[in-house]
């Protein structure tokens, strides 16, 4: 007998759900090499992701606390990959 399980959901914490969010809005991204995200610095996307938050928050979150979660993942992000020797210069 075929026995399926349910789905966790993809994205388990509220950092995680900010993270993702402003990938896909274009404000932050990935160091390719080493993974740590940076800062894009394009205030048309930090607008869009708040915009995002606040329009479609996670379930169980009110759309202030998403913003702030927001504003906390872009206040801990660097524009710079610490691991690159290169941009440090």
């Given at each position: 007998?075929?026995?399926t399980r349910?789905r966790?959901?993809?994205i388990r914490?509220?950092?995680?759900w900010?993270?993702?969010?402003?990938?896909?809005?274009g404000?932050i991204?990935?160091c390719?090499e080493?993974g740590?995200t940076?800062d894009?610095a394009?205030p048309?996307?930090?607008?869009?992701?708040?915009?995002?938050?606040?329009?479609d928050?996670?379930?169980?979150?009110?759309?202030?606390?998403?913003v702030?979660e927001i504003?906390?993942?872009?206040?801990?992000t660097?524009?710079?990959?610490?691991?690159?020797?290169?941009?440090?210069?």
């Amino acid at each position: 007998m075929l026995m399926t399980r349910e789905r966790r959901p993809a994205i388990r914490t509220l950092r995680g759900w900010a993270i993702n969010l402003l990938q896909d809005a274009g404000a932050i991204c990935e160091c390719e090499e080493h993974g740590w995200t940076r800062d894009r610095a394009d205030p048309h996307a930090r607008h869009r992701a708040v915009a995002l938050a606040r329009r479609d928050p996670p379930d169980g979150v009110s759309a202030d606390q998403a913003v702030a979660e927001i504003n906390d993942v872009l206040d801990s992000t660097g524009d710079t990959c610490p691991e690159c020797p290169d941009e440090g210069l």
